[in-house]
Nanobody, 122 residues
Framework: QVQLVESGGGLVQAGGSLRLSCAAS????????MAWFRQTPGKEREFVAT???????LYSDSVKGRFTISRDNAKGSVFLQMNSLKPEDTANYYC????????????????WGQGTQVTVSS
C-alpha cells in the first residue's frame, strides 16, 4: 500500500521560510518522479515543483528562484524548501508521485498525500 505523508506546514510571516517533507512508503522510491502541488479553496490544484528519479527538476514560474525541491532516495523522502514566502503562497501543499517522467499536470500523478497547510501572513 502506497502512502505519502507530508509534514512541515504552518504559519509564517511574509519573507520567512518553511521546509516541507514528504515521507513515502510502498513505492520503489528511487524510480519515481516526485512533485509538489498546492491548492486553495475553490481553485484547481496548481503545480509547484517536480523532480524525477535522475535529478531533473521543474518549477512553476511563480516559485522559481524561491523554492527548491530535493529528495533523499535512501530515506524515501522528498522536500520542498520554501524561502521568501509571500501571502499568495498560502495553500494546502500536496506531495505526489508517479513512475513516469516529470510532469506539471496533476492528473498524471497516481499517488497523493493528504496535504499540509501553509499560511503566510502579511
Amino acid at each position: 500500500q502506497v502512502q505519502l505523508v507530508e509534514s512541515g506546514g504552518g504559519l509564517v510571516q511574509a519573507g520567512g521560510s518553511l521546509r516541507l517533507s514528504c515521507a513515502a512508503s510502498g513505492l520503489t522510491f528511487s524510480s519515481t518522479t516526485m512533485a509538489w502541488f498546492r491548492q486553495t479553496p475553490g481553485k484547481e490544484r496548481e503545480f509547484v515543483a517536480t523532480m524525477n528519479w535522475n535529478g531533473g527538476r521543474l518549477y512553476s514560474d511563480s516559485v522559481k528562484g524561491r523554492f527548491t525541491i530535493s529528495r533523499d532516495n535512501a530515506k524515501g523522502s522528498v522536500f520542498l524548501q520554501m524561502n521568501s514566502l509571500k501571502p499568495e503562497d498560502t495553500a494546502n501543499y500536496y506531495c505526489a508521485a508517479n513512475y513516469g517522467g516529470a510532469r506539471i499536470d496533476a492528473s498524471l500523478y497516481e499517488y497523493w498525500g493528504q496535504g499540509t497547510q501553509v499560511t503566510v501572513s502579511s
